[in-house]
């Protein structure tokens, strides 16, 4: 069902891959209410992936870019306008990934080199993303940029690694320069913060099959599915959002706000202690 929320509106939508992106779902969603869009995504993920096929289906354009580089965002942009005719009404940064956890590192042996390159592509090229848009006069007034997110931001997960601190990171972002655009130019910047989703950047995550169970069993409602978040992103770029900004927006079924369910409780009462002891009875606690 259409509600015609993003009728007229422009938007770019970055890091779309295949039909279990949730960049992917948000653009058939954006398109199916009403809006014109622009899809992004590396030069190997565009020859190697299937948003060509996307972009078809939508009649849409796809620009290749590498989103931490500016240069690359700035012909984003600048396409953008070119081909949709006129400011970005609604962007979205879909992207993440970490050296680390794809080389099985653990958190207390990280390879900094490749910790650098994780805050990069998952949170500084949110940051570049937005400089270059604000610099090119590029988001319409109450436009709205919105970043997906995951609650190992402020919480542990463990396996969840370096993502962990780029996540972090991506939600500052949020908050200092949803100050600064919001002041200056009415511009909207928020992050979702997102249930566990089996995406292809997701299943890396060590143990994300134990995750997404346990989530979906903690959480009242469940979790949220690609399909969710794109209905939440349509909202959050529409005009009845108009005044949310800087905030971190749970999308979690409930998962959140959850310490200890009853479940749990009967689980942790069982005992586990045997099921993570080492073979001299030490408690294993990772």
């Given amino acids: 069902m259409s509600y015609n929320l993003l009728k007229g509106k422009r938007g770019i ?33 565009v020859r190697m992936g299937e948003v060509s096929a996307l972009a078809d289906k939508l009649n849409c354009e796809v620009i290749p ?29 879909s992207i993440g990934m970490s050296p680390n956890v794809r080389k099985k590192r653990p958190y207390d042996d990280l390879d900094y080199g490749m910790l650098s390159q994780t805050f990069d592509i998952s949170a500084v090229s949110f940051h570049k993303m937005i400089q270059t848009a604000k610099k090119l006069d590029a988001i319409a007034e109450y436009g709205s940029i919105l970043a997906l997110s995951y609650v190992a931001a402020q919480r542990t997960f463990f396996g969840y690694n370096d993502m962990a601190d780029a996540k972090a990171l991506l939600e500052s972002i949020a908050r200092s320069f949803g100050y600064i655009y919001g002041r200056e130019h009415n511009v909207r910047v928020n992050t979702i913060s997102q249930s566990p989703t089996m995406t292809t950047a997701g299943s890396g995550v060590k143990g994300m099959d134990k995750l997404f169970d346990f989530a979906d069993r903690m959480s009242p409602l469940g979790n949220a599915s690609a399909d969710d978040c794109a209905d939440y992103c349509i909202v959050m770029f529409s005009d009845l959002t108009r005044k949310v900004t800087m ?39 990772g």
């Fill in 65 to 93: 870019a590498d989103a931490t580089s500016v240069e690359d965002l700035e012909t984003v942009f600048k396409r953008s306008m070119e081909v949709l005719g006129g400011q970005i009404d609604f962007v979205l940064h």
């Fill in 13 to 45: 939508i970055f890091g779309a891959l295949n039909e279990q992106s949730i960049a992917w779902k948000v653009a058939e969603k954006a398109v199916q209410e009403g809006a014109m869009i622009t899809l992004s995504n590396t030069s190997v993920a």
């Fill in 247 to 285: 905030q971190n927006l749970f999308h979690d079924g409930g998962f959140s706000s959850i310490g200890m369910s009853l479940r749990a409780m009967a689980t942790y009462e069982k005992g586990i202690d045997d099921e993570f002891k080492d073979e001299n009875g030490k408690i294993i606690y």
